[in-house]
């Protein structure tokens, strides 16, 4: 007795050990299953308040507005002027494919009664030049790019008055920027403008749009074909769309802000799950806005720009400078969630490997001591 109490005193250092293991063992699964999520950050303000388009290449944000181009680095938290683009104007669609990023459509700054464009051009940011490419055959505004499958889809939106009357479009155009050259897809069943859109496993999902806030339409790229989902809980316009990848969150696409018909502005975030085609609410946005967008980078959601109320007279139009990111449901900076968003429990299980190995080995030297002691 009085050998064993020794032997116990002596390695106490083991003891401690692989109490220590064991601890981790049990941190690193409480850490892998309740990383912190669903929050937002205040990010500094972009330069000035204004309302456009931006897209994440290479770790940075470029938001496109009128004739102004910046570039955010999220990392130093600065914003910086670039060259402008090369046609002035509003309500265009902002894609990023190998480097370079394509700015398409929208409403020349001076056209007067809503006449649209189909301009086309691309910015190369390394060398901060721009260049004219072929034109988008029908000439439209207020819609989104997306790009799936190094092609960029351009769904609906705006064309040209018809006796004065909004001209809400179905067309369904896509860009290939190797070869510069425009095709003609399947139109979309029910055509929305001011709309918000987001791609997730080669589908293209539109929402939010007017006159037809309650739909979501979904479009299958390899198919070319459509359907309908569930209605957002909220039917809202001039909303903001994000998708997450399934690396740091689980694959879900975010409906941030918007306004409803009336023009009341909304701070509300709903998240739509493509597995089971279900509607859950995330976090509210700090600042209430529409016509703000959302740019994904590293499965974080930043939203930037848009207006706050419709009329202001100390700020034409309600437009806002805010730049908040958001932290989305089920984030985990570490990447340890698999494809799907279910806790990784690798590092846990090797955790608690460890300290199986190290009882085995101090049950191991306790039995030699004993053999030993049993000699004597």
């Given amino acids: 007795m009085h050998r064993r109490v ?9 003891w401690a050990f692989l109490a220590l293991a064991c601890l981790l063992s049990i941190v690193v699964n409480v850490r892998s299953s309740d990383a912190a999520e669903n929050y937002w950050i205040a990010k500094k303000p972009m330069p000035r308040p204004c309302w456009g388009g931006a897209v994440a290449l290479n770790g940075k944000i470029y938001f496109f507005v009128w004739n102004i181009t910046y570039e955010y680095d999220p990392a130093a938290g600065n914003w910086t002027t ?3 683009m090369l046609t002035p104007r509003k309500g265009f669609a902002v894609a990023a494919y190998k480097n370079k990023i394509y700015v398409i459509g929208g409403e020349p700054i001076g056209a007067y009664g809503r006449f649209y464009c189909g301009v086309n051009e691309v910015y190369d940011p390394t060398t901060g030049n721009w260049e004219a490419r072929a034109e988008m055959p029908t000439k439209r505004g207020s819609m989104c790019a997306a790009v799936v499958g190094g092609k960029i889809y351009l769904i609906a939106g705006l064309e040209d008055p018809v006796d004065e009357a909004p001209n809400i479009s179905v067309v369904n155009e896509v860009y290939d920027p190797e070869v510069d050259a425009w095709t ?13 859109c987001a791609v997730l496993d080669d589908k293209i999902y539109v929402m939010a749009g007017w006159d037809r806030p309650d739909l979501l339409q979904i479009y299958d790229t390899k198919t070319d074909t459509w359907n309908t ?17 399934g690396t740091w969150a689980p694959k879900r696409i975010y409906l941030i802000g918007g306004r409803h018909k009336n023009y009341t502005v909304s701070n509300s975030v ?34 930037m720009g848009g207006m706050e109320m419709m009329f202001n007279l100390n700020q034409p139009y309600g437009l806002t400078a805010a730049n908040e990111q958001y932290i989305p449901i089920g984030y985990d900076p570490h990447g340890l969630r698999p494809a799907q968003g279910t806790p990784n429990y690798a590092i846990p299980l090797v955790a608690a490997a460890v300290a199986t190995a190290l009882a085995i080995a101090i049950t191991t030297i306790i039995r030699k001591r004993k053999g030993k002691a049993s000699i004597k």
Avoid: H
Avoid at 188 to 193: K, N, R, S, W, Y
């Fill in 82 to 84: 670039k060259a402008p």
């Fill in 270 to 303: 709903q998240v739509y799950n493509p597995e089971d085609g279900s509607w859950t609410s995330g976090k509210p946005m700090p600042t209430a806005r529409y016509a703000a967008t959302a740019v994904v980078l590293d499965d974080t959601i930043y939203v």
């Fill in 184 to 196: 003609t897809a399947k139109s979309i069943p029910v055509g929305v403008c001011s709309y918000a």
């Fill in 6 to 14: 020794s032997f116990i005193i002596k390695n106490k250092r083991l």
């Fill in 229 to 245: 989902g569930p209605s957002p809980p909220v039917p809202l316009v001039d909303a903001a769309a994000a998708a997450t990848t």
